[in-house]
């Protein structure tokens, strides 16, 4: 692809400067991935129960109540999914896992990751202050944070440095734009000026100078609300080596969600993009959808009769660490996540939890291609057809 757009390099890798962001449950599977990364760029897989895209894992786990079971079943999907993307790729750009912190299950995700051949671990969601120690024996595996300010990085880096390990990018994530779970610590603190990119950036390669690092020694990648060519420009000559995009991706024509999951990405209005707590204790941005919008109307009733049990936890999987359905903690979310996001993989309109950014879309609500996505990135000039 034609650009004038510097390249960067990761573990010996020439990438063009976009990575897919990791989108669970199943919105970037193998397709995804695979195509991204084939086109130059980081494709990234979203390790969780990633079962749901194979009809056999899926027979397997019907009825099924057995967590050990239920985490075999997704380690499975992972090799497979992992493997598939790269086959897909051909050698070109990289395929990464996101692995969550705040789940359950993450080091053995990472492990089967790793085991599978993947090119780069990107874990968020929590400080990933062990990170080093879980990929242990696979030096040749890009070990990525995904961080919100100066502090976090610090204390990541220090932890890390002690070990004779940095990391070999940050992904750096905007909490009042981004998608998903969100690196605030409440609702309040989403839109708090001290995320913004530019002072983030800047504090950051002072952190660098102050601990001798160099500053092209770990690239820095924006994510959140970049969903221009100019805005992904603007970031590069702030210093930032690339640019990580995930809801213009889960909107492509490659994305492994179903078909109705990318138009209620698409065509949601801005009005209908809402900020909320997750059962995670993270707030979270998603589609107010009919399900959110029940849930929301009910949610301090539901919250006032919060009590914990292993027993209600829908899915079986006790998939996160912290539950505020399962442990009855009362000021955050109480559904089930892993429910609610598979029933948004399926197309499920009426039940699924749809996350997704809050800025509006390259291409609007036409479903395009992953190639013109990023020829668009790259270039600024969209395709001469949209389809609305």
């Known amino acids: 692809?034609?650009?004038?757009?510097?390249?960067?390099?990761?573990?010996?890798?020439?990438?063009?400067?976009?990575?897919?962001?990791?989108?669970?449950?199943?919105?970037?599977?193998?397709?995804?991935?695979?195509?991204?990364?084939?086109?130059?760029?980081?494709?990234?897989?979203?390790?969780?129960?990633?079962?749901?895209?194979?009809?056999?894992?899926?027979?397997?786990?019907?009825?099924?109540?057995?967590?050990d079971k239920l985490d075999k079943l997704n380690l499975i999907a992972?090799?497979?999914?992992?493997?598939?993307?790269?086959?897909?790729?051909?050698?070109?750009?990289?395929?990464?896992?996101?692995?969550?912190?705040?789940?359950t299950e993450h080091p053995a995700l990472i492990r089967q990751a790793c085991?599978?051949?993947?090119?780069?671990?990107?874990?968020?969601?929590?400080?990933?202050?062990?990170?080093?120690?879980?990929?242990?024996?696979?030096?040749?595996?890009?070990?990525?944070?995904?961080?919100?300010?100066?502090?976090?990085?610090?204390?990541?880096?220090?932890?890390?440095?002690?070990?004779?390990?940095?990391?070999?990018?940050?992904?750096?994530?905007?909490?009042?734009?981004?998608?998903?779970?969100?690196g605030a610590p409440n609702l309040q603190e989403v839109g708090n000026?001290?995320?913004?990119?530019?002072?983030?950036?800047?504090?950051?390669?002072?952190?660098?100078?102050?601990?001798?690092?160099?500053?092209?020694?770990?690239?820095?990648?924006?994510?959140?609300?970049?969903?221009?060519?100019?805005?992904?420009?603007?970031?590069?000559?702030?210093?930032?080596?690339?640019?990580?995009?995930g809801t213009p991706f889960a909107v492509t024509e490659e994305g492994d969600a179903h078909l109705n999951f990318k138009k209620v990405l698409a065509e949601a209005k801005p009005e209908e993009i809402v900020t909320f707590m997750s059962v995670a204790g993270l707030p979270a941005r998603g589609v107010l959808t009919p399900w959110l919008k029940n849930y929301l109307s009910r949610e301090n009733k539901l919250q006032a009769c919060a009590k914990s049990g292993r027993e209600r936890c829908a899915s079986s999987l006790h998939c996160l660490i912290q539950c505020g359905l399962r442990d009855g903690i009362a000021k955050i979310g109480q559904f089930c996540i892993d429910a609610q996001l598979a029933a948004a993989l399926r197309g499920d309109v009426k039940k699924g939890l749809f996350f997704r950014g809050s800025e509006s879309l390259p291409f609007g609500s036409a479903i395009r291609g992953v190639q013109d996505l990023i020829e668009y990135f790259l270039t600024g000039v969209k395709p001469a057809t949209l389809e609305a």
């Not at 969601?125 to 040749?140: C, I, K, Q, S, V």
């Not at 220090?158 to 750096?172: F, G, H, S």
């Not at 983030?200 to 820095?220: C, M, N, T």
């Open 1 to 67: 692809m034609e650009s004038d757009l510097p390249l960067y390099e990761l573990k010996g890798k020439r990438l063009l400067p976009i990575v897919q962001g990791g989108m669970g449950v199943g919105v970037s599977a193998h397709r995804l991935a695979g195509t991204v990364a084939r086109c130059g760029a980081v494709g990234t897989i979203a390790s969780i129960d990633l079962r749901h895209h194979h009809p056999d894992l899926v027979e397997q786990s019907r009825h099924c109540r057995d967590k």
């Open 78 to 103: 992972l090799d497979r999914e992992v493997r598939a993307a790269l086959d897909m790729a051909q050698g070109h750009g990289m395929v990464a896992v996101n692995v969550m912190k705040a789940v």
């Open 115 to 182: 085991e599978s051949g993947v090119q780069a671990v990107v874990m968020g969601a929590g400080l990933p202050l062990d990170l080093p120690e879980m990929t242990e024996g696979y030096p040749e595996v890009a070990l990525i944070p995904i961080l919100s300010e100066s502090r976090g990085v610090g204390i990541v880096l220090k932890k890390w440095m002690r070990k004779n390990r940095l990391p070999d990018a940050i992904v750096i994530e905007h909490p009042r734009y981004a998608g998903g779970h969100l």
């Open 193 to 245: 000026a001290r995320f913004d990119f530019p002072g983030v950036l800047e504090s950051i390669f002072q952190l660098f100078k102050e601990l001798g690092i160099e500053r092209e020694r770990i690239p820095l990648v924006p994510a959140g609300g970049i969903n221009t060519h100019e805005k992904l420009r603007a970031l590069l000559g702030l210093g930032a080596s690339a640019v990580q995009i």
